[in-house]
């Protein structure tokens, strides 16, 4: 009974070692950079570099750079991801969304109108505070 499971366990790491050499990484790596990034590359100058932060605009050019990179992959016989397409997309993110906020939205201070009060309030309320408490403490010093 314990050969049989060691049988299938050599069984399916032969098939991944097998499968795992048959991927030409220096075949994939120049395909993806040639063929997909470029695309992306013209994709991305089409958007405008004031609109790449903006994941409205750049995801369908995204998922269009995601399903190159899976499709050609899976021409050459290799796994999807790897360790290749992890470099890859780090660069183009360090290339395009470097600057970009995680919520994929510039930030930046709100109108005056909505800031001011925000401002004005607290400061006022704590001068109006410090002022009850010195005219509270002037009026109690003569009552004893």
């Given at each position: 009974?314990?050969?049989?499971?060691?049988?299938?366990?050599?069984?399916v790491?032969?098939?991944?070692?097998?499968?795992?050499?048959?991927?030409?990484?220096?075949d994939?790596?120049?395909?993806i950079?040639?063929?997909?990034?470029?695309?992306?590359q013209?994709?991305?100058?089409?958007?405008?570099?004031?609109?790449?932060?903006?994941?409205?605009?750049?995801?369908?050019?995204?998922?269009?750079?995601?399903?190159?990179?899976a499709?050609?992959?899976?021409?050459?016989?290799?796994?999807w991801?790897?360790?290749l397409?992890?470099?890859?997309?780090?660069?183009?993110?360090?290339?395009?969304?470097?600057n970009?906020?995680?919520?994929?939205?510039?930030?930046?201070?709100?109108?005056?109108?909505?800031?001011?009060?925000f401002i004005?309030?607290?400061?006022l309320?704590t001068?109006?505070?410090?002022a009850?408490?010195?005219?509270?403490?002037?009026?109690?010093e003569?009552?004893?």
């Amino acid at each position: 009974m314990a050969l049989l499971p060691r049988r299938f366990l050599c069984f399916v790491l032969a098939h991944h070692f097998i499968a795992a050499t048959a991927c030409q990484e220096a075949d994939y790596g120049w395909m993806i950079r040639h063929y997909c990034l470029k695309q992306f590359q013209l994709s991305m100058e089409d958007i405008g570099q004031r609109l790449w932060c903006d994941w409205e605009e750049t995801v369908g050019t995204y998922g269009e750079l995601t399903n190159c990179t899976a499709l050609i992959a899976e021409r050459l016989d290799c796994y999807w991801p790897n360790r290749l397409v992890d470099e890859f997309f780090v660069a183009v993110h360090k290339q395009y969304f470097r600057n970009c906020s995680p919520s994929g939205r510039a930030l930046h201070d709100p109108p005056n109108g909505v800031l001011c009060p925000f401002i004005l309030l607290p400061v006022l309320v704590t001068l109006l505070m410090t002022a009850l408490v010195v005219w509270r403490s002037k009026r109690s010093e003569g009552i004893v």
